[in-house]
């Protein structure tokens, strides 16, 4: 028997978001739409003008993983998390409150945060994902516009740290982080920012963060691929909301047989709903949500780990 809340309704679009796991300072799951997002409330306070990036990589080289990571919170001035050894897990306590604890796991395939706490009692494992290092293409001396306190300014771009990072989205592909030198008229300064680029090409930036006023920019829609996974095909699923029963949406898919973790993760990183899905072909599911408040969703299926389908879900009531 369904319990009957406040009518909502429910709007569904269609982009695939590259959104696994939460990073330190938990930045939502789901990717926030295109536009400008504050993210002064997600994240502790970064560096601005002529500061140390807001971490650094250290033991790591791109194409390959070193033996241990270090990841360097300059503010502190101390590791934010200490040398990681392979396949170990790490726990750094930084003297200064609130306490945050990383703990990470390395491989020769990547870096892998697994958990997350604070001196709060809050604690949170992670979804395994990885992250890999790649060569990126962009080079030293590109030219690029960069927006300070409303004015731009024609800056030089440094490429200080290429590869596979931490991000705001979880984990993406050809991340730089770019140091602007810039002249606004009253003398020369330095710029950190960040920027996520569609392909190795590096000419077209699909999102940028300001460290200076804590926004983020998206500038196109992001959409991805599903991984390939021989048991499942991504474009057979459908979600749509289920006429025939109140505060429902029904996931169906077409020729092929589904066993995955199905999973519907708010905006804030909170997992909201969890449950295993084992179906033959041409099966279907009703989720019942009218127990969300309203926001913006991800649902989401993986397979031993692997994400295979996700689709944005928003709920107004």
């Not at 077209?204 to 959409?223: F, H, R, V």
Request: charged share 10%.
């Amino acid at each position: 028997m369904m319990t009957r809340l406040l009518p909502f309704t429910l709007l569904i679009t269609c982009a695939a978001i590259t959104a696994q796991g939460q990073v330190a300072f938990s930045y939502p799951d789901a990717l926030p739409e295109e536009g400008t997002h504050n993210l002064a409330q997600r994240i502790a306070p970064l560096p601005t003008y002529s500061a140390a990036p807001p971490w650094n990589f250290n033991g790591l080289t791109f194409g390959s993983i070193a033996s241990y990571i270090e990841v360097w919170r300059p503010a502190a001035g101390t590791p934010y998390a200490a040398q990681v050894p392979q396949a170990t897990h790490c726990l750094y306590n930084q003297l200064e409150f609130p306490v945050i604890y990383d703990y990470f796991v390395t491989s020769t395939s990547g870096i892998q945060q697994v958990a997350s706490g604070s001196t709060g009692g809050f604690f949170n494992y992670l979804d395994p994902w990885q992250v890999y290092v790649f060569p990126n293409q962009i080079a030293t001396g590109y030219n690029d516009n960069y927006t300070v306190s409303g004015n731009t300014y024609q800056g030089i771009v440094n490429p200080l740290a290429k590869g596979t990072m931490l991000t705001p989205f979880g984990d993406h592909a050809n991340v730089v982080l770019i140091e602007f030198g810039f002249n606004d008229g009253s003398g020369t300064g330095t710029v950190f920012t960040y920027k996520w680029f569609r392909d190795t090409n590096c000419m077209i930036p699909i999102a940028e963060y300001n460290p200076d006023t804590q926004e983020l920019t998206l500038n196109t829609p992001i959409s991805v691929t599903p991984l390939s996974v021989p048991e499942f095909d991504a474009a057979s699923v459908s979600m749509g909301p289920n006429p025939a029963t109140y505060g429902t949406v029904r996931l169906q898919w077409t020729g092929t047989a589904v066993q995955a973790d199905l999973r519907i993760i708010a905006a804030d990183g909170r997992m909201v709903h969890q449950q295993n899905v084992v179906s033959g072909p041409n099966g279907s599911i009703d989720l019942d949500l009218s127990a969300l408040t309203p926001g913006t969703y991800a649902v989401r299926m993986d397979q031993a780990g692997e994400l295979l389908w996700q689709e944005r879900l928003v709920v107004v009531r």
